[in-house]
Structure formats: structure tokens, C-alpha cells
Nanobody, 125 residues
Framework: QVQLVESGGGLVQAGGSLRLSCAGS????????MGWFRQAPGKEREFVAA????????SYADSVKGRFTISRDNAKNTVYLQMNSLKPEDTAVYYC??????????????????WGQGTQVTVSS
């Protein structure tokens, strides 16, 4: 059974930083490309960042470029999202996702095979 478990969310002031983690189990983690998405109340789920199996390729939403960094440690079956210079508009539930195509990057949620339960990030102004 595949599980993705996010952690690291919380409440932070604008301009602050958080690092999200997503630990995978039940899958050959290094074979999967990984992505982060977020969903704010009343809005659709949106792409944040993605990484190929070896972080050779990464992709970011324009809204987070230069502020967020995606990385992974395949030995730990974990993908990370370092979030700096946080803004109130970054407030959302953040989800990690895995897709069985380790070399490709996808920004469309429906391409992903597995999802975590989400972790809340709240940025106060």
C-alpha cells in the first residue's frame, strides 16, 4: 500500500520560511517523479513544484519561482519543499504527489498516481 505523508506545515508570519517534507512508503520512491500542489479555500488545487527522480529536472509555478525550492533524498524516500519569503497568498493546504514516470515533470494534478493527505500552511500578514 502506497502512502505519502506530509509534515512541516504550520503558522508563520509573512517573510518567514517553512520546510515541508513528504515521506513515501510502499513504492520504489526513486522511480517516481514527485510534485507539490496546494489548495486554498474556495480555489482549485494548483501546481507548485515538481522534480524528476534524480532532481536533474525541476519545475516551478511562476508564483513561487525564486522563493520555493523542491528537493529529494531518495535514500530517505522523502521529498522536500523549502519555502522562503512566504506571503499571505501562499496560505493553503499543501499536498505531495507521486507519478510513475521518474524522468518527466507534470504540472497537471490528474497525471499523478498517488497523493498525500496534505499539511496546512498559514501565512499571517
Amino acid at each position: 500500500q502506497v502512502q505519502l505523508v506530509e509534515s512541516g506545515g504550520g503558522l508563520v508570519q509573512a517573510g518567514g520560511s517553512l520546510r515541508l517534507s513528504c515521506a513515501g512508503s510502499g513504492l520504489t520512491f526513486s522511480r517516481y517523479a514527485m510534485g507539490w500542489f496546494r489548495q486554498a479555500p474556495g480555489k482549485e488545487r494548483e501546481f507548485v513544484a515538481a522534480t524528476s527522480w534524480n532532481v536533474g529536472s525541476t519545475s516551478y509555478a511562476d508564483s513561487v519561482k525564486g522563493r520555493f525550492t523542491i528537493s529529494r533524498d531518495n535514500a530517505k524516500n522523502t521529498v522536500y519543499l523549502q519555502m522562503n519569503s512566504l506571503k499571505p497568498e501562499d496560505t493553503a493546504v499543501y499536498y505531495c504527489a507521486a507519478v510513475w514516470d521518474g524522468r518527466s515533470l507534470y504540472s497537471t494534478a490528474r497525471r499523478y498516481d498517488y497523493w498525500g493527505q496534505g499539511t496546512q500552511v498559514t501565512v499571517s500578514s
